[in-house]
């Protein structure tokens, strides 16, 4: 596959982003990571001395994709400055310098997030290879075979039982019931898009599977709407530790980080979120 070498934008830092929760379709190798988007493959790897990121792909119009995938144009060195304005720890910002949002399909965040609940990275990547290679559109490339993330049609052609097979587990009707709504419903996702946040989150909180937590990440990782925080166990934390110690609502919380941060909560969740984890692994 052709390679392009293209200009390392500041706060990029490749396998900080993939370890930081947000997507679960790549692989890592000693010298890069294959990472599946859209139904394409690239390798990916930093090249520190050049200061440049090398992209595999199979041609200029997947390095657009990639790109994109990787949020190129957005200005993070902007949404830092903002946010050491606005008080913003220090030893987050410093820690987490390399962390941005990842631009994902909506429904492949949907899927996977559901799988996600009370589970680990390397599970969820089990089964979600799992869903991939049992429905999943069959690639190929100098790699070697690989899956596309199926969409909901596909995925609502599975039993309960299947997913049972996957592993997973009590989430098994969750996936059975949102694939064959959303299957059902193809303008669903494209609602939601058009929404402001809070009646975004209300829509999607219809969905079988979807609590807050499980919202809040499709509308920033699925729909880039950033004024959310969202608010699982390790992100409990750091509201006790940052803000309040006392607080014991879950929805409160996220309320206040969003408030707090504006259209910055959703980066200002990710810098804490991966402070935290990495610091207690």
């Not at 990571?33 to 390798?43: M, N, Q, S, V």
């Not at 930093?46 to 199979?58: A, D, Q, Y």
């Not at 909506?106 to 009370?118: K, L, R, V």
Request: net charge negative; aromatic share 14%.
């Amino acid at each position: 596959m052709p390679e392009f070498k293209v200009d390392r934008p500041v706060h990029f830092n490749l396998s900080d982003i993939l370890d930081s929760g947000q997507a679960f379709m790549y692989s890592e190798y000693e010298d890069g990571f294959l990472i599946i988007t859209k139904g394409k493959r690239a390798f990916v790897k930093e090249l520190p001395s050049e200061n440049k990121i090398l992209f595999r792909v199979p041609d200029v119009e997947s390095l657009e994709i990639f790109k994109n995938y990787f949020d190129f144009s957005h200005n993070y060195e902007e949404d830092f400055k903002r946010l050491y304005e606005l008080g913003f720890p220090e030893d987050v910002l410093s820690f987490s310098n390399g962390i941005r949002i990842l631009n994902q399909d909506a429904e492949e965040i949907i899927f996977t997030f559901i799988i996600s609940q009370n589970n680990n990275i390397k599970r969820i990547k089990k089964i979600t290879r799992a869903l991939t290679e049992r429905v999943g559109k069959k690639c190929v490339d100098e790699y070697g075979e690989y899956f596309a993330f199926p969409d909901a049609k596909a995925i609502s052609t599975l039993s309960i039982e299947d997913f049972k097979e996957m592993g997973a587990g009590y989430r098994d009707s969750y996936l059975y019931h949102t694939s064959n709504f959303l299957s059902e419903n193809p303008n669903f996702l494209g609602e939601v898009a058009e929404l402001e946040t809070p009646l975004a989150r209300k829509k999607l909180l219809t969905l079988k599977g979807v609590g807050p937590k499980v919202a809040d990440c499709i509308l920033l990782f699925g729909f880039n709407k950033r004024d959310v925080f969202p608010l699982d166990t390790w992100m409990e934390k750091v509201f006790h530790e940052r803000f309040d110690k006392n607080e014991k609502n879950r929805v409160r919380m996220a309320t206040k980080g969003a408030e707090e941060f504006g259209e910055l909560a959703g980066l200002a969740q990710q810098l804490y979120f991966y402070h935290i984890r990495r610091k207690e692994k």
